[in-house]
């Protein structure tokens, strides 16, 4: 099962024209990212915190072939995430599942480099031709892939003439080691900048952004990047959407062992998981959330998906029932009326950055 294969009496789902979905049997839905022929599925599977931190070779083929079984064709990398060995691990997990390669997509990012040392001056925290040019070439080797289908800039670099690092962009494409690129964590002044080069010179234009997005924080996929949707038909491939495991209710009474928040990788999220007025009203959702026939995770899972700008929400699962759980928000889409998300926003949009 996959978006590149509709079977016969498929149906359209209700969201924007830029953004056309499709629902196959069972459950998963697949949208287009922005105006781009690439289908992704509504939920998708990441890598971050949990690859070789919480999961290793066997437990990602695990949950990778438990994903693609229920229809996730998108696994979200980053050169970055556990120091490269996130690509080489989910790399092994793909080669082992042998699946056809139009069947699935992988992302990655560059912007931080692995090199952190004193010298590494063109490595590091930059989007200049010279880092980015060798970043691609390494992913693919640590993925054992011939090519990457969606590559994002995963910050943006103030040093770097936007234009330098959008040629090399679209030179990653002209060679055929990426397919479509993107950013993650503009600004939509620079989205918009990139954009606009790209398309004056004929180069490849970015087709998405990944940024955070959950009922905590809302304002930049809503309103700073609100022109950008139809302008530029600006798709999204959005991340963290229980708030880094917040919206799960777990944090309520402290950081439990074991949790995101109790690793020292993540410990600067701390603060953040133990807020007390967005943990209140996290409690306050458990009730719309059961009348629902779900959990609160569920429901915040369901909320990010809810609209159809956003072409794929990234999930983290560093254990299978968490990934099964999770794709359980798939059924709470359709019930979110107009009537319960004007009470979830009563409960969580004063306390949203």
Known sequence: RTANRLPAGYRPGLVPASSPTVLLPPTM???????SGLQLSAFSLGSWVTYHNQVDDRSAVEMLAAAYDAGINFFDNAEVYAGGRSEEIMGRALKTLGWPRLNYVVSTKFFWGLDRSGDAVNRKDTLNRKYLMQAIDGSLRRFGLEHIDLVYCHRSDPHTPIAETVRAMNDMIV?????????SEWSA?????????????GWHRPVVEQPEYHL??????????????????????????????LLTGKYAQGVPEGSRGALEATAWLRDRLVHPDRNAAVAQLAPIAAELGGSVAQLALA???????VSSVITGASRLEQLQHNLGALALIDKLTPEVLARIDAITQALAD
């Open 29 to 35: 839905i697949y949208r287009r990212l922005g105006r």
């Open 175 to 183: 060679q055929g080691k990426a397919l479509y690129w993107g950013t």
């Open 189 to 201: 002044a620079d989205i918009r900048a990139a954009w606009e080069i790209a398309d004056r010179h």
């Open 216 to 245: 905590f924080h809302r304002k930049r996929v809503e309103q700073e990047y609100a022109r950008l949707y139809e302008d530029i038909g600006l798709g999204l491939t959005t991340w963290s959407p229980l708030a880094s495991g």
């Open 303 to 309: 909320w990010a998906a809810r609209d159809g700008r």
